[in-house]
């Protein structure tokens, strides 16, 4: 019975720190306290992929408020390149 009374005072009290340093990062980012009323999206680095190789999913922040829109996208078609089609055996010598 103490151990568990113990364990449970234990993660509450990392439960507790966690919420902390949510808090301290929330005070350091510099975001305004209310979200925007018109963001500023900024696209993020890449596209990520989705459960679906069909499906994508685009991620924007906005650095004055930090909320995070998400857009998804379904792929219709694909085309290849090869941009070093000319170095490959049986490709085209300059």
Known sequence: MKNKLRDKIKQDMIDL???M?????W???GYTDKPC???SWVLGI???PTDSMDKLELR???PKCGMTMI???EVQGET???QWADYREGGEEE
Do not use: P, V, W
Request: overall charge negative.
């Open 71 to 73: 857009r998804y996208f």
């Open 37 to 39: 009323i018109e963001h």
């Open 80 to 82: 290849l390149l090869d």
């Open 46 to 48: 890449h596209a990520t």
């Open 17 to 19: 720190q966690n919420r």
């Open 27 to 29: 005070d350091e980012s």
């Open 60 to 62: 924007y922040g906005c």
């Open 21 to 25: 340093d949510k808090l301290n990062r």
